[in-house]
């Protein structure tokens, strides 16, 4: 069965099927139910996965060693909690934090109340590699633009 949750991704439509196959979403033996697999209105592909098996860990870490580039979110699960993560075409792993119920993300503090010092290096890793993504969306959001709002090479 599995430790299921509800998974959102934004990712660039050139590294749609690089995530796709990463996630086995190509395969007749998938199981995660795919809510939406659409280019939003903003020139980039949101994709949301309901029954995300440990909110696709395994695929998201083979999607960012592949070079795709993305940003999102997945709700808790019965073992682990709510998180948000980004990956750049650099890196070999996606950033994760834990993130909160309204927004914002989650650092962990010691018994004296002061943020662990690992929790604070994961969570500056996490902002800029955030912050580097949404400057390669920008990009892609302007290729989109150029081509008149149609976005290409999406499916599967």
């Known amino acids: 069965m599995g430790d299921r949750?509800?998974?959102?991704?934004?990712?660039?439509?050139?590294?749609?099927?690089?995530?796709?196959?990463?996630l086995g979403a190509l395969?007749?033996?998938?199981?995660?139910?795919?809510?939406?697999?659409?280019?939003?209105?903003?020139?980039?592909?949101?994709?949301?996965?309901?029954?995300?098996?440990?909110?696709?860990?395994?695929?998201?870490l083979k999607a960012a060693s592949e070079g795709?580039?993305?940003?999102?979110?997945?709700t808790a699960g019965g073992?682990?909690?709510?998180?948000?993560?980004?990956?750049?075409?650099?890196?070999d792993a996606p950033c994760f934090v834990e993130?909160?119920?309204?927004?914002?993300?989650?650092v962990q503090t010691n018994d004296d109340g002061k943020p662990c010092s690992l929790a604070l290096v994961v969570m500056q890793a996490f902002i800029k590699?955030?912050?580097?993504?949404?400057?390669?969306?920008e990009a892609a959001r302007a290729v989109v633009v150029s081509k008149g709002g149609k976005v290409e090479g999406v499916g599967r």
Do not use: M
């Open 68 to 74: 795709a580039a993305f940003i999102g979110w997945h």
């Open 79 to 91: 073992e682990y909690s709510a998180q948000a993560f980004a990956s750049d075409e650099s890196s």
């Open 129 to 137: 590699t955030r912050d580097r993504v949404q400057v390669l969306h």
């Open 27 to 60: 395969t007749p033996n998938y199981k995660g139910e795919v809510v939406s697999w659409e280019p939003g209105d903003n020139g980039l592909v949101e994709i949301e996965i309901e029954e995300a098996n440990y909110g696709c860990y395994e695929g998201l």
């Open 99 to 106: 993130s909160g119920h309204s927004g914002g993300y989650v």
């Open 5 to 22: 949750c509800f998974l959102h991704v934004v990712i660039r439509p050139k590294d749609v099927n690089v995530l796709a196959r990463a």
